[in-house]
């Protein structure tokens, strides 16, 4: 079992940074792809980025925040980072955290993902 707590989340106004963290409690973390997730009011949930298992060497951005937003792990601390930049009105949203087994085809399926965090929420206002 693998558990994920956010944390990080708050308000921001557009063009502010804002770093999420992604805590997990578990020996077998560094097995695991971690990916953020986010949902805003009235839409469906989208993977935002990803970060491959272990080394965390392979990547994946949606196109809406390439070069504004940066994941990176540190598996001595067992977290998982993502570094918003640049932040718009639109990536007002709750974010989550996930966590699933995969290793060759690295994927924002929400489906591919075993575990969830809780959620925290993000606003971008002025």
């Known amino acids: 079992q693998l558990q994920l707590v956010e944390s990080g989340g708050g308000w921001v106004q557009p063009g502010g940074s804002l770093t999420l963290s992604c805590a997990a409690s578990?020996?077998?973390?560094?097995?695991?792809?971690i990916a953020w997730f986010r949902q805003a009011p009235g839409k469906e949930r989208e993977g935002v980025s990803l970060i491959e298992s272990a080394s965390g060497t392979r990547t994946k951005y949606i196109d809406l925040v390439k070069g504004r937003f940066t994941i990176s792990r540190d598996n001595s601390k067992n977290t998982v980072y993502l570094q918003m930049n640049s932040l718009k009105p639109e990536d007002t949203a709750v974010y989550y955290c996930?966590?699933?087994?995969?290793?060759?085809?690295?994927?924002?399926?929400?489906?591919?993902?075993?575990?969830w965090g809780q959620g925290i929420q993000v606003t971008v206002s002025s």
């Open positions: 996930a966590a699933g087994m995969m290793y060759i085809d690295l994927s924002l399926e929400a489906g591919k993902y075993e575990y």
């Open positions: 578990a020996v077998t973390w560094p097995y695991y792809t």
